[in-house]
């Protein structure tokens, strides 16, 4: 073995380890933002929903009317 290549793989190994370490908190706090996204896009489509159906319901009941 080379003088100092020990030394030289533990501080490769150190900088991979964090290196890890900082993409998986990066990716934790990804997914954390896109789990919130994907909340609040559910919470909006839900009132559109329920918008759309107040909106058929109004048509129904005046389409009704004018006959």
Do not use: C, K, W
């Not at 030394?7 to 997914?31: N, W």
């Not at 896109?34 to 896009?41: D, T, V």
């Amino acid at each position: 073995m080379v003088s100092g290549e020990p030394d030289r793989l533990r501080t490769r190994l150190d900088r991979e380890h964090r290196a890890r370490l900082e993409a998986e908190s990066i990716a934790e706090r990804v997914t954390a933002q896109l789990y919130a996204a994907n909340r609040e896009i559910e919470r909006a489509n839900a009132v559109l929903e329920a918008a759309n159906q107040s909106l058929r319901d109004f048509v129904a009941i005046a389409s009704h009317d004018l006959r």
